[in-house]
């Protein structure tokens, strides 16, 4: 039984995007035993993913923060022991950052992860123990799926693309009586332009008001608590969700008609829900880090670096998801 662990501790979206490998390793490596590292904050994701069997998580965002305390010295000690607890066969990490490569170091085992000239930053191969060369122009999931093979030893080409969770989310959204009828905005993110207008929003929701029940406004934050205050006000049919943790949220994607989101984190578990979904892009460009679907009628990029989508195409994508969907 091989042991293998996983580092991808964040953001919030390549993890999700690293879910494949933990499917392609089920898949392909028989008994795999499948560990992952994560940042806390994101340590439901591979907790989800049935393959995983255990997560261990770290907190690097706050260590970063409050380095001065002893207390945050003794979280860090209590991570490096569970890290050096059990001997893997492998260590991979596929996010290619110093900080990765440095926690990959300190587990027990060998290292396996991108090249000089493949990491995103070029000084984290200095950890690694056996480095491959992996394309940087390919889309992110399928960097993570490539690094992976190229350790195992298998073709991805003959592998469908399978996020692993759907199965997870599907027997209860199934018995929910509101499924295909309310559609998901997910209008919050990270970055102020990444945003779209409220009046788009707020266009789109009233467009759409007869086509579904409710519009569900989800939010993780007081700043985009008042923005679906102000977008439930002005669209009318529309739901303010309350505050969730990460499988909430996924439970509520996963009873979804149609998700309609930003470039965020949460869009990308709509798509590893197989939920149809329209991602909205204004400031990056989605062609390596866009929603990828397991089945490309399910979701679509709109948009792109200075190229707000307009209402009607978001409209034309969303009704034609509906359809095939």
């Given at each position: 039984m091989p042991k293998i662990l996983l580092v991808k501790t964040t953001s919030m979206g390549d993890?999700?995007?690293?879910?494949?490998?933990?499917?392609?390793?089920?898949?392909?490596?028989?008994?795999?035993?499948?560990?992952?590292?994560?940042e806390d904050s994101f340590s439901a994701i591979p907790e989800m993913h049935p393959a995983v069997k255990n997560v261990i998580p770290v907190a690097i965002r706050q260590w970063r923060k409050r380095i001065y305390l002893p207390a945050t010295w003794g979280k860090i000690r209590q991570s490096l022991r569970q890290l050096r607890a059990g001997k893997y066969d492998y260590i991979i990490d596929s996010q290619g950052l110093l900080k990765s490569a440095v926690i990959a170091s300190r587990a027990n085992g060998l290292v396996y992860g991108q090249d000089r000239d493949s990491a995103r930053e070029s000084l984290a191969c200095r950890f690694y123990n056996y480095k491959f060369h992996v394309p940087r122009n390919e889309h992110a999931v399928t960097r993570n799926r490539l690094l992976a093979a190229a350790v195992f030893g298998y073709d991805i080409n003959t592998m469908p693309l399978d996020y692993g969770i759907e199965k997870n989310f599907r027997s209860t959204a199934s018995k929910d009586s509101s499924r295909k009828k309310s559609i998901v905005f997910l209008h919050g993110t990270s970055r102020e332009s990444k945003l779209w207008q409220e009046?788009?929003?707020?266009?789109?929701?009233?467009?759409?008001?007869?086509?579904?029940?409710?519009?569900?406004?989800?939010w993780g934050n007081d700043i985009e608590h008042e923005r679906a205050k102000r977008l439930a006000q002005k669209i009318g049919n529309a739901t303010i969700a309350p505050r969730q943790g990460l499988k909430e949220l996924a439970t509520m994607l996963a009873r979804a008609a149609c998700v309609v989101g930003v470039d965020t984190g949460p869009v990308h578990?709509?798509?590893?829900?197989?939920?149809?979904?329209?991602?909205?892009?204004?400031?990056?460009?989605?062609?390596?880090?866009?929603?990828?679907?397991?089945?490309p009628a399910r979701a679509v990029n709109l948009g792109g670096i200075n190229n707000s989508p307009a209402v009607d195409d978001v409209l034309q994508a969303i009704r034609e998801l509906v359809r095939l969907g």
């Amino acid at each position: 039984m091989p042991k293998i662990l996983l580092v991808k501790t964040t953001s919030m979206g390549d993890v999700i995007h690293n879910l494949a490998v933990a499917s392609d390793i089920a898949a392909r490596v028989e008994d795999a035993h499948i560990d992952w590292v994560v940042e806390d904050s994101f340590s439901a994701i591979p907790e989800m993913h049935p393959a995983v069997k255990n997560v261990i998580p770290v907190a690097i965002r706050q260590w970063r923060k409050r380095i001065y305390l002893p207390a945050t010295w003794g979280k860090i000690r209590q991570s490096l022991r569970q890290l050096r607890a059990g001997k893997y066969d492998y260590i991979i990490d596929s996010q290619g950052l110093l900080k990765s490569a440095v926690i990959a170091s300190r587990a027990n085992g060998l290292v396996y992860g991108q090249d000089r000239d493949s990491a995103r930053e070029s000084l984290a191969c200095r950890f690694y123990n056996y480095k491959f060369h992996v394309p940087r122009n390919e889309h992110a999931v399928t960097r993570n799926r490539l690094l992976a093979a190229a350790v195992f030893g298998y073709d991805i080409n003959t592998m469908p693309l399978d996020y692993g969770i759907e199965k997870n989310f599907r027997s209860t959204a199934s018995k929910d009586s509101s499924r295909k009828k309310s559609i998901v905005f997910l209008h919050g993110t990270s970055r102020e332009s990444k945003l779209w207008q409220e009046q788009s929003w707020v266009a789109l929701g009233r467009e759409l008001g007869e086509q579904f029940t409710s519009v569900m406004l989800p939010w993780g934050n007081d700043i985009e608590h008042e923005r679906a205050k102000r977008l439930a006000q002005k669209i009318g049919n529309a739901t303010i969700a309350p505050r969730q943790g990460l499988k909430e949220l996924a439970t509520m994607l996963a009873r979804a008609a149609c998700v309609v989101g930003v470039d965020t984190g949460p869009v990308h578990l709509a798509v590893a829900l197989n939920r149809p979904t329209v991602a909205i892009y204004t400031d990056t460009d989605p062609a390596l880090t866009g929603v990828l679907p397991m089945d490309p009628a399910r979701a679509v990029n709109l948009g792109g670096i200075n190229n707000s989508p307009a209402v009607d195409d978001v409209l034309q994508a969303i009704r034609e998801l509906v359809r095939l969907g």
